[in-house]
Nanobody, 121 residues
Framework: QVQLVESGGGLVQAGGSLRLSCAAS????????MGWFRQTPGKERELVAS????????YYADFVKGRFTISRDNAKNTMYLQMNSLKFEDTAVYYC??????????????WGQGTQVTVSS
């Protein structure tokens, strides 16, 4: 069993930055591929970015490529999402996810509770 807790969301102006964190407990963090999803009202959750269990490969959705950076610190059991040049369209609840795989798929094994990111236009 794994518990994931997100933090770092908030309200920012367009063009601003936020850094989200996801703290993991319950099993060896380095055994989990990790990623971030987001969801807005009336839409399905969509994958934003993912990182392999040892951080050697990453994936970014086209709509965040060049603006967001995913990273992890396995010594701290924590994953991060640095969000720069934020747009109004980035407004969503952001969810941390983990999976017992080397790389993340769209069917994670574990989810965090979500953290709200609101970008004002």
């Amino acid at each position: 069993q794994v518990q994931l807790v997100e933090s770092g969301g908030g309200l920012v102006q367009a063009g601003g930055s936020l850094r989200l964190s996801c703290a993991a407990s319950g099993r060896t963090f380095s055994s989990l591929a990790m990623g971030w999803f987001r969801q807005t009202p009336g839409k399905e959750r969509e994958l934003v970015a993912s990182i392999s269990s040892y951080g050697t490969s990453t994936y970014y959705a086209d709509f965040v490529k060049g603006r967001f950076t995913i990273s992890r610190d396995n010594a701290k059991n924590t994953m991060y999402l640095q969000m720069n040049s934020l747009k109004f369209e980035d407004t969503a609840v952001y969810y941390c996810a983990g999976q017992i795989r080397l790389t993340l798929t769209t069917s994670p094994d574990y989810w965090g509770q979500g953290t709200q990111v609101t970008v004002s236009s």
